[in-house]
T-cell receptor
Framework: AQRVTQPEKLLSVFKGAPVELKCNYSYSGSPELFWYVQYSRQRLQLLLRHISRESIKGFTADLNKGETSFHLKKPFAQEEDSAMYYCALLPAGGTSYGKLTFGQGTILTVHP | KAGVTQTPRYLIKTRGQQVTLSCSPISGHRSVSWYQQTPGQGLQFLFEYFSETQRNKGNFPGRFSGRQFSNSRSEMNVSTLELGDSALYLC?????????????FGDGTRLSIL
């Protein structure tokens, strides 16, 4: 069975500082990996998908299959980045339809 | 496009009752997934429907069931409610044919069991 671990429940940084939210996974195959974000009083929304290899709101994430990690990074954090961040895994192919496995989430607070 | 719509937003029930939650996906999305979110267990997958068929199911008891209609709208039902069923229930939709497209979430239905 797959598992997603976000080791930090809380992460605080100052505005302009780099930020890295860690995500480790365990899965025997090749997964699809996602980062979802939930801003205060808003719904959960997709931030990044590893297969897209794009940067959204200055965030990037690289899939490291050797270390089974998918850490989320931003070189200069902004106050509006304060939110709950979830890493999620979807098993590739087979009968994995719709079955996202989420980490426990990391609350990021960016101080002015 | 309108987002995923869940109704009602809040529900209060008592133990032993049953409840039905509704989800309208984004127009054109044919896959609907349901999740339970609690402070202790986080977000857990309940089931996924595509073209009125359940394609995947999580590890929840049979009291949790769902269905999907021909217009892709979905309902989930919980029977014989228990205190531990108190949670935020989230619905997500995606284009869905392959099962690995990004999911778009609704605001959820907060269910409280007294």
């Amino acid at each position: 069975a797959q598992r997603v671990t976000q080791p930090e429940k809380l992460l605080s940084v100052f505005k302009g500082a780099p930020v890295e939210l860690k995500c480790n996974y365990s899965y025997s195959g090749s997964p699809e990996l996602f980062w979802y974000v939930q801003y205060s009083r808003q719904r959960l929304q997709l931030l990044l998908r590893h297969i897209s290899r794009e940067s959204i709101k200055g965030f990037t994430a690289d899939l490291n299959k050797g270390e089974t990690s998918f850490h989320l990074k931003k070189p200069f954090a902004q106050e509006e980045d304060s939110a709950m961040y979830y890493c999620a895994l979807l098993p590739a192919g087979g009968t994995s339809y719709g079955k996202l496995t989420f980490g426990q989430g990391t609350i990021l607070t960016v101080h002015p | 496009k309108a987002g995923v719509t869940q109704t009602p937003r809040y529900l209060i029930k008592t133990r032993g009752q049953q409840v039905t939650l509704s989800c309208s996906p984004i127009s054109g999305h044919r896959s609907v997934s349901w999740y339970q979110q609690t402070p202790g267990q986080g977000l857990q997958f309940l089931f996924e429907y595509f073209s009125e068929t359940q394609r995947n199911k999580g590890n929840f008891p049979g009291r949790f069931s769902g269905r999907q209609f021909s217009n892709s709208r979905s309902e989930m039902n919980v029977s014989t409610l228990e205190l531990g069923d108190s949670a935020l229930y989230l619905c997500a939709s995606s284009l869905g044919a392959s099962g690995n497209q990004p999911q778009h979430f609704g605001d959820g239905t907060r269910l409280s069991i007294l």
